[in-house]
């Protein structure tokens, strides 16, 4: 059933060669002459192989019967299931053949080759042979070796037992001579410090394999106070059970049986016992569980080989703070990256139980995230877990709050009165071209508008204050929790290091050249001399984009009074639609333009600043950029929303007397008030960024990935250099992956803080607003999950504690939400003007309220007279407007009445008191739930405590076996001296003479 292979000679010319070929054979060249030779003299035999697998598979692929290659259908099934899914690595022929049980060795490098065909590599998987043989160093895999039927050496060395731990990568037809040079230095330097390098130099690009030993991780776990765990130590388990709740047992069964559908498989993600963990140190070596599993995670590995990694030299002679660390050798290009591996097996669970839109409402396996990932990305998925749960009450409060907008629609007195109201006649919106209008075209916005501006929404914005508190007073005690259970608890940055970086720039410093002259020590920075210019520079330059922000905020409400004087092309200016619809979203969509493109430019400045800056941990440099960027970020996003909710409508001034800008009048709200269109501004920027994101975040990354596979699997490359790398292991595959950089969770932090600011700030003025953010939120997740896992290199693993300036900015944000609350409360709702209504007219049922808010107007004092033509309202001598003034025909037209001041008392009065209410509730909350919970403080002291009597008892029984084994020794000494005294007086210098001890 396979067609015939070329019965003609093998031995023909390479340029008959088609593209298949070439690439097999390049793929299998070997670096060094004689194995080059001897690839050679098997070109016949290893092309006849290539070819008879080629025709073979092309027939096998036409037949439909052997389509299946033999893995049954449920395994076929789920392949083309999981095929979908971006970045996802078909399984090789070698685990079919180890997992299929009826197929033959033949049908199994058949299935090689297919699936590689298909997954555009043209080359057997790792452990595949021809024939029944096993490729060795000649074949394909070049120098990472064979297991003989197992994939030994996926990720390890060819030995198959130590695990490649670190790679380094570089192009290896570099051939400039100081990079070699430089590359050499810094990798004897590396084995000096006790790893273990490999070399692999089968493809264009060659790659140094890193294994640290247990040695150098022992010596560099004490030096960086890694807390791991004890062995079991008398008394602990006491301390665990009273440290849970009595009612855990009872609770925990009923909670598993209400949501046994979101928990976690325990068979997959087992519940960790609870451990004491201790700093490492060499001198209790005996104390501590080598066996456990999570001693040294793949992340404490990881953290310590970089740790070494920014601390090498690469010159002699001139060991200098600018001539040391991986990322200046990367920087250079003498190294093209740096990174760790992806654990295929713990890569496999995560994506299948926790990567996948599918599992959206589990819990996450945070333990498993942090042993992959480390604390500081397992903490990030922590948080914005936690924050999503506590977004369910508050959207629940939300969707009930605009649920009671539409079932009391009908009871609203001002919509009412509009909507009936045939006769009221209102001043045109502009100066020239504008006609007067009829009150009742605003029915249908009046009555939207009462959706989010109703008695509800007081109760609405007291609620989300007191959530906001609530869940940042909450995540300190779960978190607190997570990060004792993590070891990581006293943790601090002061135990960082310095970074590379800022040794370089300090040891370049004129000022301090004297303090760091023949030292790599970070002297003392003063500020005002050394630190204060790059400070200054960095952050005037933030203030100047800040007014650069301002200024396209300003010039898009220009454009937006020049819409309504020129009497807008894509409406009636007097129409519903062209107020409420057409107008604000086109501003809407053009404010989003202008805010990400300013975005995109600002965000690549903020690294160059802060990189000017003198910032000696990663921490401070984190959190320098983290603030100058959401500094931008507020001003950036929220101004058009503060300007609508506070600005708007406020200074227009009357008919006869506007106040302008640019020759252009102010624009003024509809007469049921500005919140509708505050709500539409919300929802475009809120939803737009929130889709912007998703499409720089995975599409774009995915179609990056899509391209490049596609343009491999054709051969539309256009030299040997822009080949792809084929990759056949670990260490190949995870090379074509996205590098993860160490501020990588900036942009998820930002993204979630960002939507954070628009619920708690202006989400009275859109109930449904935390409703959106719950539902992005749940995708966020898995979306954030899956880029990590499928399309981004492993990320080295950081410690944490906690989750950094993030939440002393999202605690800033909550008190000035409720500044915020108040304000558009008093300013933008028609709450206070209803209460002095009511308290000045008795009229509780707000009849004549809303002609109570409109002022008359004589048509002849206009400032610019209308050019009405041929409009049916020439002849009206009085129309009314939006505000509380004195009618004409007053001893005192046009002026405040004391009304208005009542009123702006009222508004005021609202505000002190308002805020003064949240603030004290806010402190209560604060006082009542305490950053750590007092049965985990217990806990804590109880275990320092145990800790501490287990040392000493270690350490007496230590001084004990010392002293015994100094007195046996002594003993040992004394006899032996006794022995040659008598050896010497019984047998003087006879050699056989016998002594009796």
């Known amino acids: 059933m396979y067609s015939a292979v070329r019965t003609h000679d093998y031995d023909y010319p390479e340029s008959e060669m088609d593209e298949r070929e070439s690439l097999y054979f390049d793929t299998i060249s070997l670096a060094d002459s004689e194995a080059a030779a001897a690839a050679a003299a098997h070109r016949k035999s290893l092309s006849q192989s290539r070819n008879t697998i080629y025709h073979s598979a092309v027939d096998l692929a036409n037949d439909e019967t052997r389509n299946s290659l033999r893995l049954g259908s449920g395994a076929a099934a789920e392949h083309a299931a999981l095929a979908w899914q971006p970045g996802y690595r078909q399984s090789t022929a070698l685990e079919h053949l180890n997992g299929g049980g009826g197929g033959d060795q033949t049908d199994a490098v058949i299935a090689a080759q297919m699936l590689a065909l298909h997954n555009g590599r043209n080359h057997l998987p790792t452990g595949i042979g021809v024939g029944g043989h096993t490729v060795t160093g000649g074949g394909a895999l070049g120098g990472a070796g064979a297991g003989g039927g197992d994939d030994e050496t996926y990720r390890r060395f060819d030995d198959g037992k130590r695990s490649v731990d670190f790679v380094l990568a570089y192009n290896g037809e570099d051939q400039v001579e100081d990079h070699r040079h430089k590359r050499e230095i810094f990798e004897a330097n590396l084995q000096r410090e006790g790893l273990q390098l490999e070399h692999n130099k089968v493809q264009r690009v060659h790659f140094i394999k890193i294994h640290a030993p247990f040695e150098v991780l022992y010596r560099y776990a004490e030096i960086l106070k890694i807390k791991v765990p004890l062995k079991p130590i008398p008394g602990q388990d006491q301390i665990f059970d009273e440290a849970a709740p009595a009612f855990k047992s009872c609770f925990t069964r009923m909670c598993r049986s209400l949501f046994s559908s979101v928990q976690l498989n325990t068979e997959l993600f087992p519940e960790r016992e609870p451990r004491i963990h201790l700093e490492f140190s060499r001198n209790y070596l005996e104390l501590y569980d080598t066996e456990h599993p999570n001693f040294f995670d793949d992340s404490t590995r990881y953290s310590i080989i970089n740790f070494i990694l920014q601390r090498q030299h690469f010159l002699e002679g001139e060991e200098t703070a600018d001539n040391l660390g991986i990322e200046k050798l990367v920087q250079d290009g003498i190294y093209t990256c740096a990174y760790t591996l992806h654990d295929k097996t713990d890569r496999d669970r995560l994506l299948k139980e926790w990567a996948n839109i599918t599992k959206w409402k589990n819990l996450q396996p945070l333990d498993q995230i942090k042993d992959y990932f480390g604390a500081k990305v397992a903490l990030y998925f922590a948080w914005l877990g936690f924050y999503t749960q506590m977004l369910i009450p508050i959207s629940v409060f939300g969707l009930l709050c605009f649920l009671y907008g539409f079932v009391t629609w009908s009871s609203d007195p001002i919509s009412r009165d509009i909507c009936e109201d045939s006769g009221t006649i209102m001043c045109p919106q502009c100066d020239r071209s504008c006609d007067y209008w009829r009150l009742n075209e605003t029915c249908t916005s009046s009555k939207f508008n009462y959706l989010i501006d109703n008695n509800m929404t007081v109760v609405f914005a007291l609620a989300m204050a007191i959530w906001s508190v609530t869940y940042l007073e909450f995540w300190k005690r779960y978190s607190a929790g997570l990060v004792h259970r993590w070891g990581l608890t006293g943790f601090t940055h002061h135990v960082e290091h310095p970074r590379p970086q800022y040794l370089a720039k300090i040891s370049h410093s004129r000022k301090l050249a004297g303090k760091t002259q023949g030292t790599t020590l970070d002297p003392d920075v003063p500020f005002w001399s050394i630190k204060f210019l790059p400070n200054f520079t960095s952050y005037s330059i933030m203030v100047l984009f800040i007014c650069i922000s301002v200024i396209a905020i300003a010039g898009i409400i220009i454009y937006r009074m020049a819409q309504r004087a020129s009497h807008s092309i894509l409406g009636s200016e007097n129409s519903m639609t062209f107020k409420v619809m057409i107008l604000p979203m086109t501003a809407g969509i053009i404010d989003l333009i202008v805010i990400s493109l300013l975005d995109l430019v600002y965000s690549n400045l903020a690294i160059r600043l802060t990189n000017y800056e003198y910032c000696r941990t990663q921490t401070e440099y984190d959190e320098s950029l983290t603030i100058k960027n959401y500094v931008f970020q507020f001003v950036n996003y929220y101004s058009s929303l503060f300007y609508i909710a506070f600005l708007k409508g406020k200074f227009v001034g009357y008919p006869a007397k506007y106040n302008r800008v640019l020759g252009f009048r102010q624009e003024e709200c509809n007469p049921g008030g ?121 990320p080295v693993g950081m410690r944490a504690r906690d989750i950094g300036v993030w939440h002393n900015i999202m605690t800033v944000v909550t008190r000035i939400a409720v500044a915020s609350s108040a304000m558009i409360i008093a300013f933008s709702t028609n709450l206070i003007p209803k209460i002095v209504y009511a308290a000045s007219t008795d009229d509780r049922e707000l009849n004549g309220y809303l002609n109570f808010t409109l002022a008359y107007f004589n048509t002849k004092d206009f400032q610019v007279q209308p050019l009405l033509g041929g409009s049916q309202y020439v002849n009206e001598t009085e129309c009314r407007y939006t505000e509380f003034r004195n009618p004409p025909t007053d001893d005192h037209p046009y002026k405040r009445p004391m009304i208005y001041w009542k009123i702006l008392t009222g508004r005021l009065a609202f505000i002190v008191i308002y805020q003064n209410i949240i603030n004290m509730l806010q402190g209560v909350l604060r006082w009542a739930v305490p950053d750590v919970s007092g049965r985990l403080l217990k806990r804590i002291k109880r275990e320092n405590f145990l800790l501490r009597e287990h040392i000493i008892e270690y350490e007496k029984q230590h001084a004990m076996l010392q002293a015994q084994t100094a007195v046996q020794n002594q003993l040992q000494q004394t006899k032996s001296q006794e022995s040659s005294v008598l050896r010497q007086r019984h047998g003087g210098g006879n050699e056989d003479a016998t002594s009796f001890v």
């Open 674 to 794: 500005c919140l509708m269109e505050l709500c539409m501004q919300l929802v475009i920027i809120m939803a737009g960024k929130q889709a912007v994101n998703a499409i720089v975040e995975m599409l774009i990354p995915y179609l990056m990935r899509t391209v490049k596979e596609m343009i491999y699997r054709h051969g539309w490359y256009k030299s040997h250099k822009e080949q792809r790398l084929v990759p056949y292991n670990q260490f190949t595959e995870d090379y074509n992956l996205l590098p993860a950089e160490n501020n990588s969770l900036y942009v998820e932090y930002l993204e979630m803080v960002v939507q954070f600011g628009f619920i708690t700030l202006f989400s009275l003025a859109f109930p449904l607003a935390p409703l959106l953010a719950l539902l992005n939120n749940v995708i966020e997740v898995r979306l954030d999950a899956i880029k990590m896992l499928r399309f981004l290199r492993r």
